[in-house]
């Protein structure tokens, strides 16, 4: 059974950072494609940023650019996303996902994202 579980999500002040993990079992997890997504009330899910199965290329959506970064702790099957000078725009649930087995196509936004997690909800007050 694969299992994607998201933790770290609070509600928080504008400017502060938060650090969301997301723990993986049931899969090889070094062999895949590790992305957030997020989703705001009334707006469809986004993506926010992802690592390739390698480590080695990271991607992010231009509203986080400079203020998010994702990581993973292979020995821990985890990955990360590191949130600083948070915005009430961030403000949204959050979603880990895998997918893209040894994908290595040049945009990381189009992996075949089949696991996800059940979110953790991110909210930031002005």
């Known amino acids: 059974q694969v299992l994607l579980v998201e933790s770290g999500g609070g509600l928080v002040q504008a400017g502060v950072s938060l650090r969301l993990s997301c723990a993986t079992s049931?899969?090889?997890?070094?062999?895949?494609?590790k992305a957030w997504f997020r989703q705001a009330p009334g707006k469809e899910r986004e993506f926010v940023a992802a690592?390739?199965?390698?480590?080695?290329?990271?991607a992010y959506d231009d509203s986080v650019k400079g203020r998010f970064t994702i990581s993973t702790d292979n020995s821990k099957n985890t990955v990360y996303l590191q949130m600083n000078s948070l915005k009430p725009e961030d403000t949204a649930v959050y979603y880990c996902?895998?997918?893209?087995?040894?994908?290595?196509?040049?945009?990381?936004?189009?992996?075949?994202?089949?696991?996800w997690g059940q979110g953790t909800q991110v909210t930031v007050s002005a």
């Open positions: 996902a895998a997918g893209g087995r040894y994908y290595c196509g040049s945009d990381l936004r189009k992996a075949a994202y089949g696991y």
């Open positions: 049931g899969i090889t997890f070094s062999a895949y494609t």
């Open positions: 690592i390739s199965w390698a480590g080695s290329r990271t």
